[in-house]
């Protein structure tokens, strides 16, 4: 079995509108040294596969199908054998 751990965020080109309402109101709490803030969604996701570089093309496979939407969001993933 694998667990697949995968971060989508906003690319960099896309305004994020939830992260620039977090950081607004971290200023407004006096967290001035916030420049950025980057919201997304996370998912765990555990699977079979015959080895690791099977489950990592599965990964990729199924969260491009199904995770992502291609035109705004990327996504970056970590994989454990468990």
């Known amino acids: 079995m694998y667990l697949a751990k995968i971060y989508v965020t906003y690319k960099q080109s896309i305004l994020d509108p939830q992260g620039e309402v ?9 967290y001035q ?7 997304g969604k996370y998912f765990e ?4 596969a015959d080895n ?5 093309a599965e990964v990729k496979a199924f969260t491009e ?6 035109n705004t ?10």
């Open 52 to 56: 690791e570089s099977a489950a990592a």
């Open 73 to 82: 969001e990327t996504y970056r993933f970590e994989l454990a054998e468990v």
């Open 22 to 30: 977090i950081k607004s109101a971290l200023h407004r709490l006096d």
């Open 33 to 39: 040294t916030v420049e950025r803030v980057n919201q």
């Open 45 to 48: 996701i555990m699977f079979a």
């Open 65 to 70: 199908a199904l995770l992502i939407n291609h």
